[in-house]
């Protein structure tokens, strides 16, 4: 998960009162203002920060942006390289402090935060996840959460609870290092995220005290880092230029084909693999060194917790010197009853050890091409990011599926990061951007489910409002024809496709308030179902549409003017006498009563505060 937090000046004014005043990115002025423009003067160069946070799955960065003249220039980052959470006796570890602390303090240290959210204790990816999480996982009010010793007490948080902690840090690291407050924030997520793991981000970022702007998908806030800083885009007349994002990371693989043109990109296809990234090359090594060094020094690693933490930690070390040697060692002082371990690997050896998962390489990107509806010779380049497109074998066996030569222009470390922190000024009311459209898709068919209406036996009684590939964010109205209020649900259509067990069901919302009108017709309700910029489903509002025969009298003048009319056109049409009576239709827009149900909480709420009551003439 990666993140970015925009730095709004709101507790400063400038001398003209002029409530934010812009600071220069080079910091040589104190300050100056879009309102009188001091510091500055003429110059009209706008600055600001956007603060930016890249939390992913090993690590967090935060990057600190500054706005100048249209264009978003990198002007520092902070690594938190470690996404952990650890509780002590008397205080919590954040970051980088968890992970010094992590191999004392196992128990108590819980990493893959964002594989965590949203997700329960029996999910299978759960089971999975538990091979890399050292902490007691439990389930917390059906979410997975993790049971913990803090200030002397046996507690249990929940993933959305730890995620949040997280934020709250990043929140203090980047304010420390702006010297400002920080409120505005776009995170990403892998777009295999669904409508409850990401409600689980919105909620943590909201317990953090965050204002979400966006939750943007990885590859998109990649796609969107591309698009923004290229000049030589094709115009809208022209072939789109097509480019494939593969970005393999610590545990998840993602390849999304995105067409652009100048100022717009759009998402064609998004297909990934949930378990595929450097953790799984880790593991490849840890069993063979845990094989290696049964037969080699009789320890058997596997019955201790710590020497497998710091035999994969020494993993790590070897795989990123494996891909740039040919060979690589293996020393720790130390690991078990006394004993020294040591060895040596070879390139190839590695190879050979993760061959299944190598084989699995191409899988996502087939799969991206077909849905793409596109041959390789259609992709004009391949782009490369995250950390595991270092690995030689991986980088071959890509470069030779789309027979060209792979592309590494943007930072493989930075480039969702730096993407978000785009998006997040784009989003922000204080910068000014180049503007930029994104067009992302639906990775999940949504459906509609209702009861059937008594007065009409032949309706049908679900929908795919939402279908895979359709453009996100996006709106859709559904109307209904009803004489009493009535309820429907709201679910994915395939549930094989979701991650794990993920429950399909997504919100139930009841319509209240609905009756037969004066004629004992039906009333026409309309609702509007959005998809909305985080990718969550929403029932928005309701409203029912009356259409209402009302006779009016034309007012005294309009009368006389209308005769006189009549009169100019006499000679046409003789003895007309236009009525002083007419019908005219008032259309009614009344607001109406949702009542929304989700996921594992019930919320109960009354949106009809939100609605606005229209009457207008037709
Ligand atoms: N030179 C290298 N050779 C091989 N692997 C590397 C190298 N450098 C980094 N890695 C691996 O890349 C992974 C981290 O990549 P990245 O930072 O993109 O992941 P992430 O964004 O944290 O994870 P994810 O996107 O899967 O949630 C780690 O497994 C790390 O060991
Ligand atoms: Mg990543």
Do not use: H, Q, W
């Given at each position: 998960m990666n993140l970015a937090i925009c730095g709004l000046w709101q507790d400063e004014r400038c001398r003209c009162r002029f409530r934010y005043p812009q600071y220069c990115y080079r910091r040589c002025a104190k300050s100056w203002c879009r309102c009188c423009k001091s510091c500055l003067g003429a110059q009209r160069t706008q600055s600001g920060y956007a603060d930016h946070a890249d939390r992913s799955q090993t690590k967090c960065q935060i990057e600190l942006h500054r706005t100048c003249s249209h264009s978003l220039t990198a002007a520092s980052s902070l690594k938190l390289r470690r996404s952990l959470v650890g509780f002590g006796p008397k205080s919590r570890y954040l970051g980088e402090p968890a992970k010094t602390q992590e191999i004392s303090n196992l128990k108590n240290t819980v990493g893959s935060l964002k594989r965590l959210?949203?997700?329960?204790?029996?999910?299978p990816d759960i089971q999975i996840e538990k091979d890399y999480v050292s902490a007691h996982l439990v389930d917390v009010k059906g979410q997975v959460g993790a049971e913990v010793t803090y200030l002397g007490n046996k507690e249990s948080f929940s993933a959305t609870q730890l995620v949040s902690m997280f934020f709250n840090k990043i929140k203090a690291t980047a304010s420390a290092e702006l010297k400002l407050p920080v409120s505005d924030i776009v995170i990403s997520v892998p777009p295999w995220f669904t409508d409850v793991q990401r409600r689980s981000i919105l909620d943590a970022a909201e317990i953090a005290g965050l204002k979400l702007l966006r939750l943007i998908n990885d590859t998109t806030a990649t796609a969107l880092g591309y698009g923004i800083t290229k000049l030589d885009l094709p115009t809208a007349e022209e072939k789109p230029r097509r480019v494939a994002f593969v970005d393999i990371g610590h545990s998840n693989y993602t390849c999304s084909i995105v067409e652009f043109k100048k100022g717009e990109l759009a998402v064609k296809s998004t297909a990934y693999d949930r378990h595929f990234g450097g953790r799984n090359f880790d593991k490849a090594l840890v069993d063979h060194f845990a094989k290696e060094f049964k037969e080699k020094?009789?320890?058997?690693?596997?019955?201790?917790s710590k020497a497998m933490v710091r035999v994969a930690a020494a993993a790590e070390k070897m795989k990123k010197i494996l891909s740039a040697n040919a060979q690589a060692p293996i020393n720790i002082e130390?690991?078990?009853?006394d004993v020294d371990a040591s060895g040596m690997l070879k390139r190839e050896e590695l190879e050979e050890l993760v061959k299944p998962l190598l084989e699995r390489a191409t899988g996502p990107l087939e799969q991206a091409l077909a849905e793409a509806k596109?041959?390789?010779?259609?992709?004009d380049a391949v782009e490369m990011v995250g950390?595991?497109?270092?690995v030689p074998s991986l980088k071959e066996r890509i470069s030779k599926f789309f027979g060209k030569q792979l592309s590494f222009t943007l930072n493989q470390d930075e480039a969702v990061a730096r993407g978000c922190a785009f998006s997040c000024a784009i989003l922000s009311p204080v910068f000014r951007v180049r503007d930029f459209s994104i067009h992302d898709i639906v990775n999940y068919p949504i459906e509609f489910n209702w009861e059937q209406s008594p007065d009409i036996?032949?309706?049908?009684?679900?929908?795919?409002?939402?279908?895979?590939?359709?453009?996100?964010p996006s709106t859709k109205i559904l109307t209904f024809y009803r004489k009493q209020p009535f309820d429907l649900e709201a679910r994915y259509a395939k549930p094989d496709m979701l991650p794990g067990k993920t429950n399909p069901w997504i919100g139930r919302f009841s319509v209240k308030g609905v009756k037969a009108d004066s004629k004992d017709d039906f009333m026409i309700c309309k609702l509007k179902a959005r998809l909305n910029l985080h990718g969550v489903l929403n029932l928005e509002s309701g409203y029912y549409v009356e259409d209402i025969e009302v006779e009016e009298p034309i007012p005294e003048e309009k009368e006389a003017e209308k005769k006189e009319g009549d009169k100019k056109e006499g000679d046409k049409k003789e003895g007309d006498v236009s009525p002083p009576i007419f019908p005219t239709f008032l259309r009614l827009i009344l607001p109406m009563t949702l009542w929304l149900l989700r996921g594992h909480e019930n919320i109960s709420r009354d949106s009809s505060n939100m609605l606005t009551t229209a009457v207008s003439k037709t």
């Open positions: 959210a949203g997700r329960s204790l029996n999910d020094y009789k320890i058997d690693i596997t019955t201790n130390s690991l078990m009853n596109l041959k390789v010779e259609d992709i950390g595991c497109t270092r036996p032949d309706e049908d009684t679900s929908l795919t409002v939402f279908n895979k590939g359709n453009v996100m």
